[in-house]
């Protein structure tokens, strides 16, 4: 176990749907990505959050937002659910820079 | 942004046999990461290669990095069933954004 969990583990919403997903680091972590994967393919880069601040983002629309609280828990909110979000969304936790990133289990989003 | 690409797509295998999958940048990397994925399960780290033509060995699994840093390879001698699933190689792009390649889906037969 790596000690960073997510919430929930699954979730079906629809079409215009907001979602909030969670994911608590782990412990000493302060810095936390997130990722989205779809189905038979590699995680996908979506933001990273060190310290409160983001700190780098990949290629996704501003609907993806997320928030990194004092306690280094973040979370990831998606605003106006498409189909093609449905995925498994991981966050990592690591102490930053070139350490280890720790995965967590995943919310399996799917959107109708 | 960067963009790494992995070969096979799919590996079958025997049990006992070699496995190899290879990792291409068209830039040079600074670092690149291999990570594990099991069936229903999320990305584990295996391992960070730095250096230039840098070779590091786990047990049954040695991974390369290549003289011109643009490409790497995970070799596993003598695969188990313990082996399947999914091996990706990432380019931690200054450790701000990662970018994973599309992954190696291994299948051991017993």
């Known amino acids: 176990e790596t000690g960073v969990t997510q919430s929930p583990t699954h979730l079906i919403k629809t079409r215009g749907q907001q979602v909030t997903l969670r994911c608590s680091s782990q412990?000493?972590?302060?810095?936390v990505s997130w990722y989205q994967q779809a189905l038979g393919q590699g995680p996908q880069f979506i933001f990273q959050?060190?310290?409160?601040?983001?700190?780098g983002r990949g290629n996704f629309p501003p609907r993806f937002s997320g928030l990194q609280f004092p306690n280094y828990s973040s979370e990831l909110n998606v605003n106006a659910l498409e189909l093609d979000d449905s995925a498994l969304y991981l966050c990592a936790s690591s102490l930053g820079g070139p350490e280890t990133q720790y995965f967590g289990p995943g919310t399996r989003l799917l959107v109708l | 942004g960067q963009q790494v690409m992995q070969i096979p797509q799919y590996q079958h295998v025997q049990e006992g046999e070699d496995f190899t999958t290879y990792c291409n940048s068209s830039t040079t990397l600074s670092n690149i990461q291999w990570y594990k994925q099991r069936p229903g399960g999320h990305p584990v780290f295996l391992i960070q290669?730095?250096?230039?033509?840098e070779v590091k060995k786990q047990k049954r699994l040695t991974f390369q990095f290549g003289e011109a840093k643009k490409n790497s390879s995970l070799h596993i001698t003598a695969t188990q069933t313990t082996d399947v699933g999914t091996y990706f190689c990432a380019d931690p792009d200054n450790f701000n954004k990662f970018y994973f390649g599309s992954g190696t889906k291994l299948n051991v037969k017993p």
């Open positions: 290669l730095v250096k230039s033509g």
């Open positions: 959050y060190y310290r409160e601040e983001e700190n």
């Open positions: 412990s000493g972590h302060n810095t």
